[in-house]
């Protein structure tokens, strides 16, 4: 008797196990229309990072030394502009020896180049032109990129919005193609969000203008608007 009801235990667990398979199956098979809907927001970067180049040149290795002090003094003058302290890094340290080419004697050492690499991230975008002025006055010999961005703060802020739209857009391109098709939406089948973010970049080069800057010469530096792009692949049932 129990080796009986055993053998009818497992036979109603196969028949769930097929019925649930079934039902996965019919649910995978089941017609649906798939479109790809996008969500865009413009909105005002809150972000900035700049990179300034502090250059020595010299006969000998104290140019680091008197390059360091170089780079302190763009800090300091920075961060009395009111940026803080853990807005800015030292990168990309080198000190690399410089070489002439003689016809008689060959290659021959002329010195040493010493380089920091001072990066600024702020929230202070307003300040941007400010920050160039002062890093250039205070021996900076090449700014390089200014990146303006949307911070991932900004980003969570618009989120939801975005998807809405994204969403909004998918589903008004299935509706459009199921009235086309001559069916009817029935439901959501399934839905992936896509998250991306483009953003413009304003390049500025200025090479050895320390001398060259008016002090009542503000750099004027506007950002372009950013876009904060949420994609989603949508399928959507149908009969």
């Not at 089941?30 to 969500?39: E, H, Q």
């Not at 002439?100 to 920091?116: C, S």
């Not at 200025?206 to 008016?214: F, I, M, N, T, W």
């Amino acid at each position: 008797m129990k080796r009986y009801s055993l053998i009818i235990s497992i036979l109603l667990i196969a028949v769930f196990m097929l019925s649930g398979c079934g039902t996965q199956q019919a649910a995978k098979d089941a017609p649906s229309i798939n479109a790809v809907g996008t969500g865009k927001i413009t909105t005002k970067p809150d972000t900035v990072e700049l990179r300034f180049r502090m250059a020595t040149e010299g006969k000998d290795n104290t140019i680091q030394s008197a390059n360091a002090a170089k780079t302190q003094k763009a800090i300091d003058a920075i961060i009395a502009l009111g940026i803080p302290k853990e807005d800015l890094q030292t990168q990309n340290i080198t000190f690399s020896p410089r070489h002439k080419w003689d016809e008689k004697l060959g290659q021959q050492l002329i010195g040493y180049r010493a380089e920091n690499t001072i990066v600024v991230k702020t929230k202070k975008t307003e300040d941007a032109g400010r920050i160039v002025d002062t890093a250039v006055q205070n021996g900076c010999e090449m700014v390089g990129s200014l990146q303006f961005s949307l911070s991932d703060e900004g980003k969570n802020k618009l989120l939801d919005q975005a998807i809405s739209q994204a969403v909004a857009d998918a589903k008004a391109q299935a509706e459009s193609a199921a009235k086309a098709a001559g069916v009817q939406i029935t439901g959501l089948k399934t839905i992936n969000v896509q998250k991306e973010n483009s953003n413009p970049i304003i390049y500025n080069e200025y090479a050895k203008l320390a001398q060259g800057v008016a002090d009542s010469v503000a750099t004027p530096v506007l950002p372009q608007d950013t876009d904060y792009i949420v994609t989603v692949v949508a399928a959507f049932l149908v009969r």
